[in-house]
């Protein structure tokens, strides 16, 4: 009988129970959705680096020998070693793409998994190249392709297609998304290589049971008498990290939006039931003097919020997984490539459940607790009316000064503190999850801004292959009116903080400029290093400060100082000009030109042409799978107004029935009490947007922080934006308190102010 | 003769804020199964607490109550509701139905309590009700709603039935009905009936009158032939 009393109940405060119940869905589906998206994507990815055996260390240098491998074998922490040949070559199809080539003796670690065709053999000729590759190029397995790598050219047989756990995330060295139809990876055996040429072996592949990667390169650098160039852990290596930091941001996200949707669940549970409960006071003195147990009375409350909770986190914790990570996925496979896109259900999600179930129930239960209290003679008598007491505002002068709507809307604000909170915590989630949302857009937009209308304001860039010659690339500069810069990859060393990062010297550049911390612009000195603003941060140096450098394939370090501090939003490292470059004793080769003129036929020592077009283009499609959380925010943030105003609005209307009854009966009109009613929605509205913008740029900031990686992204949220968000809270305000105009004018005086029974 | 009630000196004090209120001093009576029995005083004399006390819906501050040989004044609080549940069935001046619930499942609600509860279609029956059983309290009259409620207390099978104002809220027509019910129910199933009101006529009808002012038991009158209800001039 008491399962029908509460189906009954709720099926009369059908708003309050409606909103709780899409409160824990939305809490948990969110959580879950993203929870199971990262988590599945990390699952599949750990799956991948184990069955592939992937590497923990990669030694780069050149001809290593059998007894160089067979000493770090020994090497304390060493599981498993494999040499290998890595050279680029270019394939003999149209555009040049370039193939890294894998020459290896086994394939052991860093295997490769086999999509089409036959497992890899080292006594196979033939070639095994990137599926992605071999379906951007439309390549079939059997088909033969040629490649060219410093002069030699072969001709191989496609044996099989295969995805390479060190190409997740496959791009090129100056793109952020991999074109696969542009660059790409093969294996091929060191039986397959041309016999009259001798291999030198350029890399090491190791495995290791020990994570201490510092601990680890000592060890190796005394096996291999320091000699080698590079020494690069998992942790600094471009795909693993990209992608192990994509899924934190993810996780991140996904954490703390949920908490919001629960607050909201709770502070709803809190109202509505401590109203229920009052109102059924009688009712549970009733129960009691039927001999009705203290538990089960409670319990009969507590289930209102137990099985709607259960309910909504279950269909949340099944729904957010079906649904949610595929709207990810879809956006993130133009930029990474896995072997399978499969969401996984972390255990966390379950724990989020009962959390989500354990909180809605404690808050029924906080709200009935004092009722149950009493004695049942006291609790069937109805409750003594609150003691009001003037506040001390009210004893001022000024309050004689303000309008009978100001005095009644002041005096309702703090007889019903909670809800008012309440109000203003709606209010406040809702303008901080629009603030978020479009700020997170501004900030993206302005990365863009920042870097290729700010400081980057050529038109194309020109990629010189490297075999393009002195004279080929004067002819490019003269024919463009451009400018040559040489990029590279370095490693950098600080306090005992080591880095990856990009080198770029300049020669003579007008077409990339240069901002300080606060993005006005500088010019950097023409002597002397400058590093990047988040480079500096992460290596904690300033101007004057020591740094020690070296170039990737040199073994060479150089310690310099630094001059200047820069601040760019995406490629990380040092910059310096062409002379300094020379007085430090290396070679500048210019890698690219850059110039304001656009670029439409091929040109001779040139791979790739780009414009700054395309690249805006491929940073926009790398954005999207964030775009897609920006969208889930707005969505949010409307359904959380709605629901918690509406809700709210509900609330006070019934409580102050027979208020606003006897207004109608002094001969209020109508419009003047939607007035009244309105003015407090407003005030509240006010408020909870006055908080919730600062909390907004807050979230913004938290999962920024997230982010990490290379990018420096500054928190900018536009006044439009802001604007919006404000309006956009108001018009929400204003619609919700529409929908109650209507039960306004049917407010029925006489039966409103009849008897309580 | 061993009594199925029996008050000893039981006292209530009330403290509040300040003040103390002596709602129920020193106060002793006995009552016999099957009794018929009224409980007279104007508002605020402390018959109410009196009931509250029989009924085990609130503690007393000294004396002893003794019910069916079991000192209930003792009882915890767990104690007392097995007591109320077992013993006790309430009828209210506001009847006290769960709006929610039909009549039928308001009086199957006792099912919930008592295992050995009766029938709840046959009680409603019993009170005259076969016909509203899935009707909302809002949809039946006062006196049928306090119908329903006398249903509700005598589905579990009590030991007594506590009245409190039974016929407040009810024209004196239909309190008359509600009344003949209750006296019926003590006369035919000798039911334990103990009706607290300040309406003196009805002191006409009872087997026992105890007269309560001031906190205090004035007198106690046995009445050796009681007249029907429908024989009191109201």
Known sequence: MLIRKMLRDMNVHKTQFISIFIMSILGVYIFAGVGSEWYGLRKTVNNYYKESNFSNVWIYGSD????????????????????????????????????????????????????????????????????????????????????????????KRVMGTVMNPEYVYAANNNEMIPNHANFGFAYLSYKAFPLDIPISYNELLITTNNTNYLDMEEKIDKALNGRYSVFLSRNSMSSYMQFDSEIRQHKGMGEIFPIAFL????????????????????????????????????????????????????????????TMPYLFYEAMQTTYTLPEWKPAISFSIVVMAVISVVVCSLATYLSCKNVLKD???????P???????????????????????AQWNLRDIFRSKVRSIMAIIGVLGCTALLVCAFGMQDSFDDIINWNYKQINIYETQLNLSVEATTDQIQSIIDDYNGEAIMEGAIEIKANKIKKSGGLLVTDNVTLI????????????????????????????????????????????????????????????????????????GYTFIPTSIISLEPVESEVAGVTSTWSIDKLTESYETMAEAMNIL?????????????????????????????????????????????????????WLTAVGIVFGIPVGWWLIDYIFAFMGGTFDIMTVVSVTSLIYSIMGTFLLSLLVNRMFSGKLKRIDMVSSLKGAE | MKHLIEFKEVSKEYILGEKKLLAANKISFTIDEGEFVVVLGPSGAGKSTVLNLLGGMDFATSGEIIINDKNISKYNDEKLTEYRAENVGFVFQFYNLIPTLTAYENV?????????????????????????????????????????????????????????????????????????????????????VIIVTHNSALAQAADKVIRIKNGKVRDITINDSPLAVSEVNW
Request: charged fraction near 25%; hydrophobic fraction near 40%; include cysteine.
């Open chain 1, 383 to 405: 409750k003594e009316p609150k003691i009001m007491k003037q506040g001390i505002l009210e004893k001022t002068k000024l309050w004689n000064l303000l309008g009978f709507n």
């Open chain 1, 64 to 155: 290593f020998t059998t007894e160089e491998v067979n000493t770090v074998t020994n090497v304390d922490g060493v599981t498993g070693i494999q040499r290998r040949l890595s050279l680029d070559s270019v394939v003999n199809l149209e555009n040049s793409p370039v193939l890294t080539l894998h020459i290896v003796e086994e394939d052991k670690i860093s295997k490769c998994i086999l999509i089409e065709g036959e497992e890899f053999s080292v006594d196979k000729d033939g070639i095994w190249i990137d599926s992605l590759f071999a379906e951007a190029r439309k390549i079939k397995v059997g088909d033969s392709i040629s490649v060219t790598s410093n002069g030699i050219s072969m001709e």
């Open chain 1, 630 to 682: 920006i969208y889930i925010l707005i969505i949010g943030a409307i359904v959380l107004a709605v629901v918690v105003l509406y809700n709210l609005g509900i609330l006070s209307f019934t409580e102050r029935q027979r208020e606003l009854a006897t207004l109608k009966v002094i001969g209020f009109k109508t419009k003047k009490i939607r007035r009244l009613l309105l003015t407090q929605n407003m």
């Open chain 1, 513 to 584: 400029r240069s901002v300080n911390a606060n993005r006005n612009y500088i010019d950097l000195p023409e002597d002397g290093i400058s590093i990047s603003y988040k480079m500096a941060e992460n290596l904690d140096v300033k101007v004057g400060d020591e740094i020690t450098w070296h170039i990737y394939g040199d073994e060479r370090w150089t310690t310099s100082t630094i001059a200047a501090i820069y601040r760019t939003p995406m490629a990380q490292g040092i910059t310096m000009t062409k002379d300094t470059f020379n007085k430090l």
């Open chain 1, 263 to 322: 607050a909201i669940a709770m502070l709803t549970i809190l109202t509505t039931m401590a109203r229920i409960v009052n109102n059924q006071r009688t009712q549970i003195g009733m129960l009691k003097a039927m001999g009705f147990k203290k538990r089960r009375i409670i319990f009969h409350y507590v289930s209102y919020g137990l099985w709607l909770s259960l309910a909504g986190s279950a269909i949340g914790a099944i729904a957010g997984p079906l």
């Open chain 2, 108 to 192: 199957a609600l006792t099912k919930d309590v008592v295992k050995s509860a009766l029938d709840a279609a046959k009680v409603l029956g019993s009170v005259g009700l076969e016909d509203h059983l899935n009707k909302f309290p809002s949809q039946l009259s006062g006196g049928e709603q306090q119908r329903v409620s006398i249903a509700r207390a005598i589905c579990k099978n009590p030991t007594m039935l506590l009245c409190d104002e039974p016929t407040g809220a009810l024209d004196s027509e239909t309190g008359v009905v509600i009344l003949s019910l209750l006296q019926k129910m003590s006369r035919e199933d000798k039911k334990t």
């Open chain 1, 375 to 381: 004695t049942p003679s006291q609790t069937l008598r």
